[in-house]
């Protein structure tokens, strides 16, 4: 199956496991990650649309290459705190190539193909291990 | 569930991602807080924030950055919690911190993103002492030389371990500033403007009250000990250094400082090595900062290499310190010096440094600077085993086994 981020849907997430729930709390914390796999999906669509306006360069052009940190900053930081370390990981790892902050051996595009694969995987996962993903979200404490 | 801590009257998420702002706001709220999210468009917020108030602050903030955040709350004089969050490395997380400290703001936690939840709990729930109320205090305006004028110049006596066995090596003679209600306080107020004559006048008042050290010492039935003695890098030259060490009732160690360069370093080069062949210690203190560097440990005889505390202090679980101090007892061994390490505060950083081979080790773990009378006191407890706490007298035991 190619999944792509219009395959990917939120609700896809199990109902019957979200109205076991009991608080709001919980409610809250599945609303809040059904939007972090819409944003998601709105990240790639952006990432992609800025690859190909970099045409193969993407530290060429600093305004694009700004508006790409901002989002790669931005999917690093929510992955990290849903839970998603694997995405997380890669986008942090593709910011601090761009920013050029871990030196020059890092290929951002290399680096752009890891993310995509990362979101593509977790896509993956939305549609097969829905269920999963609500149980994951009880925080512990 | 909300836990049984004492919680902000309010508390901001100051991050610039919609749903990780919401995200920490969620958690918060079900942990007791009153959340107030704010956002890059609401930094307004930060101008109206208490002493009982909490901020969470994010470092990157798209356009602007969290360093602004932290001007503007001090700008304010903000007197509440800070936890600062970042994506970027420790040591950069780690300068914002100490950045956001020399602001005067409170800085109680600085998290590595991915955030973990369990470590801004801990932040959270770390119990917090509640704030000293000092009474408003007229600040006195003395100099260096008024307090020497005015025999108001006494000294405290840290002592110096071996880093195995915990035997007493050596004492370090440590200045207090005597007020003139009797209250002893940090000499350090005074040092800044103090002159260099000032300076060696207070190095040469140390090199005397040895004399009235060593009394004490031998009255109490404890025998003399080794004493230690900071002097400015300016001290060693021949015509101040030997005729006050003529002075000295006790084997000195020379503890050269590391504010000023020396003066005249060939001067400095034949003094140094002359005093050590008469039988005095030569010791590069404060090492790792300004002029305490690998030269000058490199091209003058110091018989001992003193770790500045900055490094020592959270050594077991600071990678940098860490290995700063694992160069500082290398560059040592390879000298054939003493490595000592100032400032050891916790058991962890104290183990640490005895693994990595330190030779000897002070800090409050051990002693604070203690008055006459409680350094003989102290020393008598130490050496009849009713100190140290146990972990550490396994520890030495443990030692001496495999010393022996």
Redesign the interface.
């Known amino acids: 199956m190619t999944v792509t981020p219009e395959t990917a849907r939120p609700e896809l997430l199990s109902p019957e496991t979200a109205a076991d729930m009991e608080?709001s709390?919980q409610k809250?914390?599945v609303e809040?990650r059904a939007?972090?796999i819409l944003?998601t999906q709105a990240d790639a669509t952006t990432i992609r649309t800025l690859r190909e306006q970099m045409a193969g360069n993407p530290l060429a052009d600093p305004e694009l290459l700004k508006q790409l940190i901002?989002t790669v900053?931005?999917l690093?930081?929510?992955?990290?705190?849903?839970g998603f370390?694997q995405i997380?990981?890669a986008a942090?790892k593709l910011?601090m190539s761009l920013r050029r902050?871990d030196g020059v051996d890092d290929d951002p595009n290399s680096l752009l193909d890891a993310l995509e694969t990362e979101l593509n995987l977790f896509w993956l996962k939305s549609v097969s291990e829905g269920e999963t993903w609500v149980v994951d979200t009880r925080?512990?404490? | 569930?909300a836990k049984a801590t004492t919680l902000p009257e309010k508390t901001l998420v100051v991050e610039?991602?919609e749903?990780?702002r919401?995200?920490?706001a969620?958690?918060l709220?079900?942990r007791g807080h009153n959340v107030r999210p704010c956002g890059q468009e609401d930094l307004d917020q930060l101008d109206h924030l208490g002493r009982h108030d909490l901020v969470i602050l994010?470092l990157?903030l798209?356009d602007s950055d969290g360093l602004e955040v932290l001007q503007r709350l001090a700008s304010h004089k903000f007197a509440g919690d800070i936890v600062l969050i970042s994506?970027?490395?420790d040591s950069v997380i780690e300068t914002a911190r100490n950045i956001g400290m020399d602001f005067g703001l409170k800085i109680v936690g600085a998290l590595r993103?991915?955030?973990m939840?369990?470590q801004l709990?801990a932040v959270l729930d770390t119990p917090k002492r509640p704030r000293p109320h000092y009474p408003h205090k007229p600040v006195e305006v003395i100099t260096l030389a008024m307090a020497l004028a005015s025999r108001r110049i006494a000294f405290h006596y840290q002592p110096i371990l071996d880093a195995r066995t915990l035997d007493i090596l050596s004492i370090e003679m440590l200045a207090r500033l005597v007020s003139p209600s009797g209250l002893v306080g940090s000499v350090y107020p005074v040092l800044p403007g103090a002159s260099t004559e000032d300076l060696h006048n207070l190095a040469r008042c140390a090199i005397s009250a040895t004399d009235d050290l060593r009394k004490v010492l031998i009255a109490s039935g404890l025998g003399p000990l080794p004493v230690s003695i900071n002097v400015p890098s300016s001290f060693v030259r021949r015509c101040h250094l030997f005729s006050a060490l003529e002075e000295a009732a006790l084997p000195v160690t020379l503890e050269i400082t590391e504010q000023d360069p020396f003066e005249d370093f060939n001067e400095a080069r034949l003094t140094a090595t002359s005093a050590i062949l008469k039988g005095v210690r030569l010791s590069l203190d404060d090492f790792g900062v300004a002029n305490s560097n690998v030269d000058r440990f490199m091209r003058m005889p110091f018989n001992e290499l003193k770790v500045d505390r900055s490094f020592v202090s959270g050594c077991a679980d600071d990678p940098f310190r860490a290995a700063v101090c694992r160069s500082a007892a290398e560059l040592a061994r390879l000298r054939g010096a003493v490595s000592v390490a100032e400032g050891v505060e916790t058991e962890a950083d104290f183990d640490y440094l005895r693994s990595i081979g330190f030779d000897r080790v002070q800090g409050y773990f051990f002693s604070r600077p203690l008055p006459t009378a409680a350094l003989v006191s102290w020393i008598s407890s130490h050496r009849g085993l009713a100190w140290p706490p146990a972990a550490v007298a396994r520890g030495a035991a443990a030692a001496r086994e495999i010393a022996l």
């Open positions: 608080t709390f809250k914390m809040l939007r972090f944003r901002r900053h931005g690093a930081g929510a992955a990290g705190v849903f370390a997380s990981n942090h910011e902050i925080i512990s404490g | 569930m610039d991602h749903l990780v919401s995200f920490l969620s958690w709220t079900e994010d990157c798209g994506a970027f490395s993103k991915p955030l939840l369990e709990d």
